[in-house]
């Protein structure tokens, strides 16, 4: 018998109110279609006590991205898994090719687009996962064919401790 504290933190009564590991298979998980971009929800904060989201987003080619913005609350990542994103951080550009991981802490100005003839897939992260829900509202904004219009998104990115970035500072 050691004197030294042990290293493991559960005990047998905790895992029986561990959260279930959670797995998302290929072609699973909730879809939200934004004009031109599929995006598939592989974790929403549910499964991670909210301090984690993930999507997995598909941008046709020539997919304009969202307004330049910040986030108050949040960082963002962003992995890209095929094609070629644009992001534009502030006044620069840069070009994010396969294999290239984009974080963006918050109060940093930045946009994205994919400006190719194919389509791009990159997967994003959101800590803490607030921002699955602007993604939801931004559907719901959009339902039954509604045009989204820039006051409506910045209402929308406003519920999210987000605003639009028109000064780029």
Do not use: C
Not at 75 to 97: K, L, N, P, Q, W
Not at 135 to 153: I, S
């Amino acid at each position: 018998m050691t004197d030294e504290p042990s290293t493991d933190d559960t005990t047998p009564d905790d895992t029986a109110t561990a959260p279930a590991v959670s797995v998302v298979g290929p072609g699973e998980g909730e879809t939200i279609l934004l004009g031109t971009t599929r995006m598939r929800v592989l974790e929403d904060g549910s499964h991670t006590g909210h301090r984690l989201g993930i999507t997995e987003s598909v941008l046709a080619p020539h997919t304009a991205g969202p307004p330049q913005h910040r986030h108050a609350r949040h960082d963002e990542g962003f992995y890209i898994i095929s094609g070629t994103v644009r992001f534009t951080v502030g006044d620069e550009d840069h070009d994010a090719t396969a294999g290239t991981l984009v974080m963006v802490p918050p109060g940093v100005p930045h946009t994205f687009a994919n400006l190719a003839d194919q389509p791009a897939v990159m997967l994003s992260t959101f800590t803490p996962d607030l921002y699955v829900q602007y993604f939801r509202d931004l559907r719901d904004t959009m339902a039954d064919g509604r045009v989204l219009t820039p006051q409506a998104n910045v209402r929308v990115m406003s519920r999210y401790a987000t605003k639009p970035a028109v000064d780029h500072t």
